[in-house]
């Protein structure tokens, strides 16, 4: 269960895709172009929950926590990535205190995470991703009203009974649930990234990232879309909480209806 684990808010969706040098070597920074990258990983895909347990986005932290472990679990039951279970690492995003964020950011590089999901904080994310750049970590972030594009939907989706019971059997003391969907979506995305680039290294799961959405075959599960693949080269992976839309100019994405990218004024 997930009960006092570390969660946060995803207000509207954002993937920011943060690598370069890891060990002093020169991580390729992927672009929505798709171009593969050596493989760089260990064989086992870890996911880091770094989010804020304090401050205005704490009332979310259970959702997202469930969200993620309710991914992570339906995936493992159909066998993982590459037949290995998923792990996941939560961690507190020190939303307001920069020496929280470098601390658990630090642990999560020293216990192998792959790809972190970041809360929809503006500081957080300006810290953490120039952390993640140098370490060769992807970063799945939320885009606020602040930073998404003009237009783009923000507005959390209300999970119906059914998903609602679902993330409750991940934390029963789960309260409000927004944007668990979305954290259960960019989980599933995170994951159809590695299974796609075939690697779970940090810049080969953004590299599939691009690859995850788009002109395949419609799938809206990490199971349904795996079945996708054994027939068919690529798919077009719609969550629960609908098209996920990014771009390379910004590194934002979000839920819902495509909008010109430019980000709003802050």
């Known amino acids: ?15 920011v895709f943060a690598l370069a040098g890891c060990a002093g070597e020169a991580m390729p920074t992927p672009t929505p172009s798709a171009t593969p990258v ?18 205005d986005l704490a009332g979310f932290a ?26 996941i690492l939560h961690r507190s995003a020190g939303d307001g205190d920069p020496a929280v964020t470098d601390a658990s950011f630090a642990d999560l590089l020293a216990r192998g995470v792959d790809v972190i999901i970041a809360p929809a904080s503006a500081s957080v994310l300006e810290q953490l991703v120039p952390l993640a750049k140098a370490a060769g970590i992807a970063v799945i972030a939320p885009a606020s009203a602040d930073n998404a594009p003009k237009g783009a939907e923000t507005t959390a989706v209300v999970p119906d009974d059914a998903f609602a019971a679902k993330l ?18 960019l989980t599933v995305a995170a994951i159809l990234g590695a299974t796609l680039a075939k690697d779970d290294g940090g810049a080969s799961i953004a590299y599939g990232l691009s690859l995850v959405t ?11 879309c795996l079945d996708v693949l054994t027939t068919e080269p690529s798919i ?5 909480a609908g098209q996920i839309n990014y771009t390379s100019e910004t590194g934002l994405a979000y839920f819902g209806k495509a909008v010109a990218a430019t980000p709003t004024a802050k």
């Open 168 to 185: 409750r059997s991940s934390d029963p003391s789960v309260g409000d649930l927004s944007y668990g969907i979305e954290a259960y979506d």
């Open 236 to 240: 077009d992976y719609v969550g629960l």
């Open 62 to 87: 259970k959702a997202q926590a469930a969200g993620v472990e309710l991914a992570v679990s339906e995936a493992n039951t159909v066998g993982g990535f590459n037949k290995v279970p998923i792990e």
């Open 214 to 224: 788009g002109s395949g075959i419609p799938c809206s599960s990490y199971g349904m």
């Open 38 to 55: 050596a493989p760089s990983g260990d064989g086992v895909l870890r996911i880091g929950d770094m989010t804020p347990v304090t401050g």
């Open 1 to 15: 269960m997930l009960v006092g684990r570390l969660a946060g808010i995803l207000v509207a969706s954002a993937v």
